[in-house]
C-alpha cells in the first residue's frame, strides 16, 4: 500500500476504544477505519509481501501498530474466520484457550480453603465426619486435621448428646440415645478393653462423666480411675489418705483447659481436674466437709480445703453440676459449692421446700436459670409443676431465693402427667443436662429430654437403673484409634 490507497478513501474497520491514538489522524483524512482489534491483529510488512496474514493480538504487539498504519499493511476482515497462519501462532493461542478452559472447569472442591468450610457445617451428628473422611484421602486429611477438629467445635459449640453410662449386671455399659446410622454400638465403650471390671462384687462405682472423661470409684483399692473412653487413656489416682473411711466420698472429672474460647467438646486428650468432696459420718461429733483437687498438668493432689457444717449430713443427695466456675452439690437443706478459681468450699442454704414435705434427692436438681447464676428445680409432691429457684445477691451481699418460674407438666410436650389430686402411678425424678441446659426427666423406665426454653420433650431411651445414668456429650471426631484397632467411620457401618 502506499499514499495513493489513502487518497482514495480506503475503508477500514478499527475498535476506537483499543486504539485511541489513531482516532485523530484517522479523521483529519477522512477515514472511516473500522477494525476488531481482537480479531485482527496486526502483521509485518515483510508478511505482507510474503502474501501471509497472521494474527496477533494487538494488546500484546502495540508497538507495531503505528508502524503498519504508516506503511499501509492490509488486513482481512475476516481474521477469525481465516485460519491462516504460522503452526506455532496457531498452538500458542489453542494452548491459552486450553488453560482458561480448564481454570473455568476446576470444581469449587478442589479449593483446600472452600472444602474446609463446607465441611465445617456438617452436622455434628457421629456420622457426619467419619462418612467425610470415607470420601477420598483428600477428604480425610481435611477431617483428621487437628485443626478442623478446633475450629469444627468452635463452628458449633454445643457438642451432641450419644447416650448414657450407666451400671448393670455386666458393669458400666453404655447407651446410645440416636438412632442409625448415628447410633453408636456399645462395644464401641466397652470398659473391659481397658482393663476395668466393673460388674458386680468388684466394688467398682461410676461416680460421673464430663468434657470426654469418666470417674470411677474402685472402693476396694481407695483408688480413683480417669478414663478417655474415645482413647482409652487411663490413670489410676491413690485417694488422699483424708478421705479414706468414715466420710461420704463424692467427686467430678472436668476439662483442665480453662482458656478463652475453649469449647468442651473434644477434650480427651487436654489436661484435666478431679475434685473429690468429703462429709463425715460424724462418729466422733461434728465435723468439717473437705474438698481436694488433683491436676494432670501437676500430677499431684493439692491441700485440703474445708468449711464447717451445721449439723449431720448424709453425703450429697445428687451428681455435681458444674455452673460457671464453680461446682455444685445438693446435700439435705444445704448446697455446697466449691470455687474452682479461687480453690474455696462453702455451704449456702438451698430455697425451701414445696408443701413442707421433705423431697427424696432426686425430686431436686441444681441447674443455670441463666449465664453463670445458679438454680434449683424442684419436682412438686404429686407431679403436677416443677418450680425453678433462683439465686439472687443484693447489693448489700445478702443472698436470697426467689421464684423464678413454674412449669406445668401439662405444657410438656410428650410428657405423661397424672390427674391433678391423684398421685400417678409412674415415678418421676429430674436430672440436668449442663451443656446444653435441658433437664432430664425420668418417668418410669422412660428418660425423656426436655428443652426448657420450647417445652418439647423427646423421649430418649428405656433403662432400668433409674438415676443412675451419667450423659456423655462430645463431637465424635474420626480417625482416633480405640481399643479394637478401627476408626470411627469403620465402627459406624456396624450400626
Not at 482481512?76 to 489453542?94: C, D, K, M, N, T
Not at 447416650?163 to 458400666?172: K, L, Q, R, T, V
Request: proline share 6%; with cysteine.
Amino acid at each position: 500500500m502506499n499514499a495513493a490507497d489513502h487518497a482514495a478513501g480506503t475503508a477500514r474497520r478499527r475498535s476506537p476504544r483499543l486504539h485511541p491514538q489513531f482516532q485523530a489522524s484517522e479523521e483529519g483524512a477522512g477515514l472511516d477505519l473500522r477494525r476488531s482489534a481482537c480479531l485482527r491483529p496486526p502483521v509485518h510488512a515483510s508478511d505482507e509481501r510474503d502474501g501471509v496474514t497472521r494474527r496477533r493480538s494487538p494488546r500484546l504487539h502495540s508497538q507495531v501498530q503505528a508502524r503498519e498504519h504508516g506503511a499501509g499493511v492490509a488486513r482481512r476482515p475476516g481474521a477469525r474466520l481465516g485460519p491462516q497462519g504460522h503452526a506455532s501462532v496457531e498452538a500458542s493461542g489453542v494452548t491459552r484457550r486450553s488453560r482458561r478452559r480448564g481454570r473455568r472447569g476446576r470444581s469449587p472442591l478442589e479449593d483446600d480453603d472452600l472444602l474446609c468450610e463446607i465441611l465445617l457445617r456438617l452436622p455434628p451428628q457421629p456420622s457426619s465426619l467419619p462418612r467425610a473422611s470415607a470420601v477420598c484421602k483428600r477428604w480425610r486429611r481435611a477431617v483428621t486435621d487437628p485443626r478442623f477438629h478446633r475450629r469444627f467445635c468452635q463452628h458449633h459449640w454445643k457438642p451432641p448428646l450419644l447416650g448414657f453410662f450407666e451400671p448393670s449386671a455386666d458393669g458400666i455399659v453404655f447407651t446410645s440415645v440416636l438412632d442409625p446410622p448415628n447410633r453408636i454400638p456399645p462395644q464401641r465403650f466397652d470398659l473391659r478393653l481397658h482393663g476395668i471390671d466393673s460388674g458386680r462384687g468388684t466394688g467398682v462405682e461410676l461416680l460421673g462423666c464430663r468434657h470426654g472423661r469418666l470417674l470411677i470409684m474402685h472402693w476396694q483399692r481407695a483408688e480413683l480411675i480417669v478414663i478417655a473412653p474415645f482413647t482409652g487413656k487411663k490413670l489410676c489416682l491413690t485417694i488422699p489418705s483424708k478421705f479414706n473411711g468414715g466420710c461420704y466420698l463424692d467427686g467430678v472429672v472436668l476439662c483442665g483447659v480453662a482458656d478463652h474460647g475453649h469449647v468442651h467438646g473434644s477434650c480427651h486428650s487436654s489436661p484435666f481436674k478431679v475434685v473429690l468432696l468429703s462429709t463425715s459420718t460424724y462418729d466422733s461429733g461434728p465435723q468439717p466437709a473437705f474438698a481436694c483437687v488433683f491436676s494432670s498438668k501437676t500430677g499431684i493432689w493439692s491441700d485440703h480445703i474445708s468449711t464447717p457444717t451445721p449439723y449431720q449430713l448424709h453425703g450429697t443427695d445428687s451428681h455435681g453440676s458444674l455452673i460457671g466456675n464453680s461446682l455444685y452439690w445438693m446435700c439435705d437443706d444445704y448446697i455446697f459449692q466449691f470455687d474452682l478459681d479461687g480453690q474455696s468450699l462453702a455451704l449456702i442454704r438451698a430455697p425451701p421446700r414445696i408443701n413442707d414435705v421433705r423431697h427424696r434427692y432426686d425430686q431436686r436438681e441444681i441447674i443455670q436459670v441463666v449465664d453463670g447464676i445458679i438454680g434449683v428445680a424442684i419436682l412438686s409432691h404429686y407431679y403436677h409443676n416443677i418450680q425453678i429457684w433462683q439465686r439472687e445477691v443484693n447489693c448489700q451481699g445478702v443472698t436470697k431465693w426467689v421464684l423464678w418460674k413454674t412449669i406445668d407438666m401439662h405444657d410438656i410436650h410428650g410428657i405423661p402427667h397424672g390427674n391433678e389430686g391423684e398421685r400417678p402411678k409412674l415415678i418421676f425424678r429430674l436430672r440436668y443436662a449442663e451443656d446444653t441446659d435441658d433437664i432430664f426427666i425420668y418417668v418410669g423406665r422412660s428418660i425423656y429430654m426436655v428443652q426448657l426454653k420450647s417445652m418439647q420433650s423427646m423421649k430418649l431411651c428405656e433403662t432400668g437403673y433409674i438415676m443412675c445414668q451419667h450423659s456423655l456429650k462430645s463431637f465424635y471426631m474420626p480417625g482416633a484409634a480405640i481399643a479394637s484397632g478401627r476408626d470411627g467411620a469403620e465402627m459406624l457401618h456396624e450400626t
